[in-house]
């Protein structure tokens, strides 16, 4: 099973006596129903619904909480955070820097003697290690990422700028990384509404191309017209958000679907509920 070590990546610790009230009120994923030994993805929204910070989730000791997100933004956090804290008895506090290690198994399950965290959004096959030392890695980041385009998971960052896509858009609904059934938090009113009235048409799709992809951020188009932008690619594989009702509409007719000059074919995650849209429900996705 490759290990790997990733070293663009930071933890914030917030605890205190409403560590876990302050986040619920605050954030996307649901905590109370998030298990010990078990990581889950989660966003901070703008009050507009657009995600202002990506992370994963996860409880650490004595009912503090483990917010693992991207090196580069994780000062922005931490100062967003700390302007939602005003009396709360919660501490913010982002840990000495260290890597990450991701474990995953391309052919199953992860054994059961393995010690990390539970990437929830992989099904089982994928675990993150923070404790130090790290298992010693045999893999390097971009195989990682391989195995992430493949699986059909989109990072902030690699995949879309923060503050310009709502969590359906890059599938927080499909990977448990909103909780419909819980109450109000910043920028709830929005999500919810996307969810009920069934409105998301931009989705992340898996992109495979026929020869090896173009850069990250070329448009995907269709008939001369853009469906989307190209995000993470790993040699003919990528990922792609694009408008999903366009993506149907080329594909019935069979028109080609290109990201430059490279004829691509997009599919939906295996793992996600979504679909295209269908004749009666033209131009929404079943979310």
């Not at 922005?76 to 913010?92: P, Q, S, W």
């Not at 990922?239 to 594909?251: F, Q, S």
Request: charged fraction near 25%; aromatic fraction near 6%.
């Amino acid at each position: 099973m490759p290990v790997a070590h990733l070293e663009d990546r930071a933890i914030l610790a917030v605890s205190g006596a409403e560590a876990e009230h302050f986040l619920q009120n605050l954030i996307t994923a649901d905590l109370s129903t998030l298990k010990d030994g078990e990581t889950r993805s989660a966003a901070l929204l703008s009050p507009q619904g657009k995600i202002l910070f990506d992370f994963l989730v996860s409880r650490a000791d004595e009912g503090a909480f483990r917010l693992e997100c991207r090196a580069d933004v994780a000062d922005d956090f931490l100062r967003r955070l700390m302007l939602y804290r005003l009396r709360a008895k919660v501490e913010i506090a982002k840990t000495p820097p260290s890597s990450v290690a991701v474990i995953w198994a391309p052919e199953g399950k992860l054994s059961a003697e393995r010690q990390g965290l539970t990437d929830s959004r992989f099904g089982g096959t994928v675990q993150r290690r923070y404790d130090q030392p790290l298992p010693p890695a045999d893999a390097t980041e971009g195989d990682w990422n391989a195995y992430r385009i493949a699986s059909g998971i989109a990072e902030g960052g690699s995949d879309y700028a923060l503050g310009d896509a709502f969590p359906h858009d890059v599938l927080l609904d499909q990977v448990d990384g909103i909780g419909f059934q819980k109450g109000c938090y910043v920028g709830q009113e929005v999500v919810s509404r996307m969810q009920h009235r069934g409105t998301a048409r931009r989705r992340v799709l898996i992109v495979r191309g026929e020869a090896s992809l173009p850069a990250p951020g070329t448009e995907i188009t269709a008939g001369g017209r853009t469906v989307g932008t190209l995000g993470s690619v790993s040699g003919n594989d990528g990922l792609a958000i694009v408008r999903i009702d366009r993506v149907k509409d080329a594909m019935d007719i069979g028109e080609p679907i290109m990201a430059r000059d490279v004829p691509v074919a997009l599919s939906i995650p295996e793992w996600a509920k979504f679909t295209y849209p269908q004749p009666a429900d033209a131009g929404t996705s079943n979310a």
